[in-house]
């Protein structure tokens, strides 16, 4: 797993159409959830690789985002699934329920948390704070 994480300002997401890729991409429901917001919130955008412990890698990173809200001092987190930091990508479908997995674990630590939608072409608006610590890279 690797992740991607910033103190934001501002995080947005529209969704524009659903994905065609990577192989085996499936379409979740987007439920009326075309937009999505959230302000002064930790956002992370994770990528799961195969070989990835569901147990392992979820407990790793969410120690690590509630660490990082405890640090700025908010309770909001975003879980984005983004596929673009590795070449080495876990099966669609175990991604998904990894990426399910965090958002549940965030959630049961009191963190107010929203995943973003799976599966789909997106425009993105991040406004990141400019502090020492704002954003942080990780592997696990």
């Known amino acids: 797993m690797r992740a991607l994480l910033f103190h934001a300002e501002e995080y947005g997401v529209s969704f524009h159409s659903f994905a065609n890729r990577p192989k085996g991409i499936f379409k979740?429901?987007?439920n009326g959830k075309e937009e999505q917001s959230c302000n002064?919130?930790?956002?992370?955008?994770?990528?799961?690789?195969?070989?990835?412990?569901?147990?392992?890698?979820?407990?790793?990173?969410?120690?690590?985002?509630?660490k990082m809200c405890d640090e700025v001092k908010r309770d909001k987190a975003v879980v984005v699934p983004f596929a673009h930091l590795s070449n080495n990508l876990c099966e669609p479908k175990k991604s998904f329920e990894i990426l399910e997995e965090i958002e549940n674990k965030l959630k049961e630590m009191k963190l107010k948390t929203i995943r973003t939608h799976f599966g789909s072409n997106k425009s993105l608006h991040l406004d990141i704070y400019g502090h020492t610590g704002n954003a942080r890279y990780r592997e696990f």
Request: charged letters at 40%; a neutral charge; proline letters at 0%.
């Open 28 to 30: 979740e429901d987007v």
């Open 40 to 66: 002064n919130c930790v956002v992370a955008f994770i990528t799961i690789e195969k070989g990835d412990n569901k147990k392992k890698v979820s407990e790793s990173i969410t120690k690590e985002i509630k």
